[in-house]
């Protein structure tokens, strides 16, 4: 049986990314300076231009540019009140539009780069260059992982079905795919410190109080690779240490995740994931090449996890110190190397170059 691949949202959102319904242009074309000088009042009058020009939105592609256009005033806002929501009739308008799309009621990762509109309407905080390719960097990587996520789909159901022919070139195709998105990662970090990110964007990244529940910034951890992790190594008894690493991020994250993924990591959590199924099998000598792919597709996830997990630790001193703890943490990160090792192993055992960091 033929599998289509799950569906990538390249066209969906540039047209979002084309429309601007709040008239927000002008507007939000200041607002790096707003933050600059942490102009509050500057802020909230912006967002309470923007949130009464909203109650006319009231269809789901419009309401998507208009959570990204108040989401982002309301986020520069909130920076500058640690702990407070915004004000009520700003509250409302981002749950009443959030309510509309069925997405997170502030601003998102898709809202941020792939629904972000390129060149002089590009919406930033800061307005600076190491932003900029940060936005760039996270919107082509989310569109190449949801391609990856769709040659995923095709690998599993080809591996159930034992089409093997099919499951080793859907495996490599997942496999370009994650290459290409860790060299877009190495382009983004040779261009932005850890200490610009820590120091300078992450301040922006706050979580937002709205409706008795605290609703998370856009993040990495919002990205498709999370699909990808849960695709492939859900319930392999080989990564039981990091099993609930994966479940407990994933679990964490669903919200925020596309309604397609959602289903996806949902329908696959309670069950084992690709590579524990394939594990599962006995060895046959025609699966030797299937079970090579996939090994190598998880070697493939370790050559970005590694120097991900560098890149996370130099930000996490430079914003609280060599003894950093408390709610940034780098285990989860380290759990989640163990997951993907493991499970690579149960399957062929890692070259000791690729075992370690």
Same mark, same amino acid.
């Given at each position: 049986?033929?599998?289509?691949?799950?569906?990538?949202?390249?066209?969906?959102?540039?047209?979002?990314?084309?429309?601007? %319904? *709040?008239?927000?242009?002008?507007? @939000?074309?200041?607002?790096?300076?707003?933050?600059? =000088?942490?102009?509050?009042?500057? *802020?909230?009058?912006?967002?309470?231009?923007?949130?009464?020009?909203?109650? #006319? +939105?009231? #269809?789901?592609?419009?309401?998507?540019?208009?959570?990204?256009? @108040?989401?982002?005033?309301?986020?520069?806002?909130?920076? !500058?009140?640690?702990?407070?929501?915004?004000? #009520?009739?700003?509250?409302?308008?981002?749950?009443? !539009?959030?309510?509309?799309?069925?997405?997170?009621?502030?601003?998102?990762?898709?809202?941020?780069?792939?629904?972000?509109?390129?060149?002089?309407?590009?919406?930033?905080?800061?307005?600076?260059?190491?932003?900029?390719?940060?936005?760039?960097?996270?919107?082509?990587?989310?569109?190449?992982?949801?391609? $990856? +996520?769709?040659?995923? +789909?095709?690998?599993?159901?080809?591996?159930?079905?034992?089409?093997?022919?099919?499951?080793?070139?859907?495996?490599?195709?997942?496999?370009?795919?994650?290459?290409?998105?860790?060299?877009?990662?190495?382009?983004?970090?040779?261009?932005?410190?850890?200490?610009?990110?820590?120091?300078?964007?992450? %301040?922006?990244?706050?979580?937002?109080? @709205?409706?008795?529940?605290?609703?998370?910034?856009?993040?990495?951890?919002?990205?498709?690779?999370?699909?990808?992790?849960?695709?492939?190594?859900?319930?392999?008894?080989?990564?039981?240490?990091?099993?609930?690493? !994966?479940? $407990?991020?994933?679990? =964490?994250?669903? %919200?925020? @995740?596309?309604? =397609?993924?959602?289903?996806?990591?949902?329908?696959?959590?309670?069950?084992?994931? !690709?590579?524990?199924?394939?594990?599962?099998?006995?060895?046959?000598?025609?699966?030797?090449? *299937?079970?090579?792919?996939?090994? =190598? *597709?998880?070697?493939?996830?370790?050559?970005?996890?590694?120097?991900?997990?560098?890149?996370?630790?130099?930000?996490?001193?430079?914003?609280?110190?060599?003894?950093? #703890?408390?709610?940034?943490?780098?285990?989860?990160?380290?759990?989640?190397?163990?997951?993907?090792?493991?499970?690579?192993?149960?399957?062929?055992?890692?070259?000791?170059?690729?075992?370690?960091?």
């Amino acid at each position: 049986m033929a599998v289509t691949p799950a569906p990538t949202h390249t066209e969906a959102d540039a047209a979002v990314a084309a429309l601007d %319904p *709040l008239g927000a242009d002008a507007l @939000l074309a200041g607002l790096p300076a707003l933050n600059r =000088d942490g102009d509050a009042a500057g *802020l909230q009058h912006r967002a309470d231009q923007l949130t009464e020009r909203a109650g #006319d +939105v009231h #269809d789901p592609d419009p309401a998507r540019a208009a959570l990204r256009d @108040l989401g982002i005033v309301a986020a520069s806002w909130c920076r !500058l009140h640690p702990g407070r929501p915004p004000a #009520d009739r700003v509250a409302a308008e981002l749950l009443r !539009l959030g309510a509309l799309t069925g997405e997170p009621p502030r601003d998102s990762l898709p809202s941020y780069t792939t629904r972000n509109p390129a060149g002089g309407r590009r919406r930033t905080f800061t307005g600076t260059p190491e932003e900029e390719l940060f936005i760039a960097g996270l919107a082509t990587g989310a569109r190449v992982l949801d391609e $990856a +996520v769709g040659h995923c +789909v095709v690998l599993g159901a080809a591996v159930d079905e034992g089409r093997h022919r099919d499951a080793v070139a859907a495996a490599r195709a997942t496999g370009e795919a994650f290459a290409a998105f860790t060299r877009l990662f190495h382009s983004v970090r040779r261009g932005m410190t850890g200490r610009f990110f820590a120091e300078e964007l992450r %301040p922006f990244f706050p979580p937002i109080d @709205l409706g008795g529940a605290s609703w998370q910034a856009p993040s990495g951890a919002h990205l498709p690779i999370l699909t990808l992790d849960v695709l492939l190594y859900a319930g392999s008894a080989a990564a039981e240490p990091g099993t609930g690493t !994966l479940t $407990a991020h994933a679990t =964490d994250a669903l %919200p925020y @995740l596309r309604p =397609d993924h959602r289903e996806l990591v949902s329908a696959r959590l309670g069950g084992p994931g !690709l590579i524990a199924r394939l594990a599962a099998r006995p060895a046959a000598e025609a699966e030797a090449p *299937l079970r090579a792919a996939v090994a =190598d *597709l998880t070697r493939a996830f370790l050559r970005f996890r590694y120097p991900h997990r560098k890149l996370a630790r130099d930000a996490l001193e430079a914003r609280l110190g060599p003894s950093a #703890d408390g709610p940034y943490r780098i285990e989860p990160l380290e759990g989640l190397i163990e997951l993907v090792r493991a499970a690579g192993d149960s399957l062929a055992p890692c070259p000791d170059g690729e075992r370690r960091p």
